[in-house]
């Protein structure tokens, strides 16, 4: 619970100091990871932020998920999600040596993604956020266990 209360703290941290810019990439890297899944918290009409771990419910681990950046702001996210793929959907893109932060909102802002990573310890969190403009919000909040496959910096 500590982790979840950490990310959602840190992410949010860095997403207010991410709207000011909205890019800043440090740091030109090409690298992969193959990613565990560890457990989802959802927020829908049925759970009100629930958590369900892998023994719970069935979720795909991430076998190839890759992040390319290139200075000044080129962000690519692969694997992760095919609205995440398409980088005209990124609005916030940051990346410096141990994390990589972005978001993707869709046209009618009612759809977002977003996600960090910490290169270090290998933490991913994914969340997906749809139906912003009703009140009837719904969020998947995903959590991986990351390892470095291929790493070209």
Do not use: W
């Amino acid at each position: 619970m500590r982790k979840f209360i950490f990310y959602i703290f840190f992410a949010n941290f860095l997403m207010f100091n991410a709207v000011a810019t909205n890019i800043k990439i440090d740091h030109e890297i090409n690298t992969s990871f193959q990613c565990k899944f560890e457990k989802i918290i959802i927020k829908n009409a049925e759970y009100n932020y629930k958590v369900f771990t892998s023994d719970e419910i069935e979720n795909e681990n991430l076998n190839n998920f890759e992040i390319i950046s290139k200075r000044p702001n080129d962000l690519i996210i692969n694997g992760l999600s095919s609205f995440l793929s398409d980088p005209e959907n990124l609005e916030v893109k940051i990346v410096n040596t141990d994390v990589v932060l972005f978001k993707g909102l869709d046209k009618n802002k009612n759809y977002s993604e977003s996600g960090i990573i910490n290169r270090k310890s290998g933490e991913l969190v994914h969340e997906i956020t749809r139906d912003i403009n009703s009140e009837t919000t719904e969020k998947d909040i995903t959590f991986y266990d990351c390892k470095e496959t291929n790493k070209n910096v």
